[in-house]
Nanobody
């Protein structure tokens, strides 16, 4: 079955950096686009970034463009989110996700807290 496991979250000061990872299994990872989403307290889940199967096309929400970088390693079945210049408003639970056989799959999420 499809499994997505995020890691790498934590507490960081404003202006700091974190790299999130998402390990995937249960499907042919290299054939599917992968996404990062986030959900802040009291808010709906919002899309953050997408990477195509080959890793040569990436897309970002305006709120993170120029600060976040999505990448993937198809040999390791892992997608990453490098987050730089973090702001308090980036505080959220971050989820990776994909769509497989017509259904959306999510990991359990990893908490990112940006605070001094």
């Amino acid at each position: 079955q499809v499994q997505l496991v995020e890691s790498g979250g934590g507490l960081v000061q404003p202006g700091g950096s974190l790299r999130l990872s998402c390990a995937a299994s249960g499907f042919t990872f290299s054939s599917y686009s992968m996404n990062w989403y986030r959900q802040a307290p009291g808010k709906e889940r919002e899309w953050v970034a997408t990477i195509n199967p080959g890793g040569d096309n990436t897309y970002y929400a305006d709120s993170v463009k120029g600060r976040f970088t999505i990448s993937r390693d198809n040999a390791k079945n892992t997608v990453y989110l490098q987050m730089n210049s973090l702001r308090p408003e980036d505080t959220a639970v971050y989820y990776c996700g994909t769509r497989y056989s017509g259904r959306a799959y999510w990991g359990q999420g990893t908490q990112v807290t940006v605070s001094s």
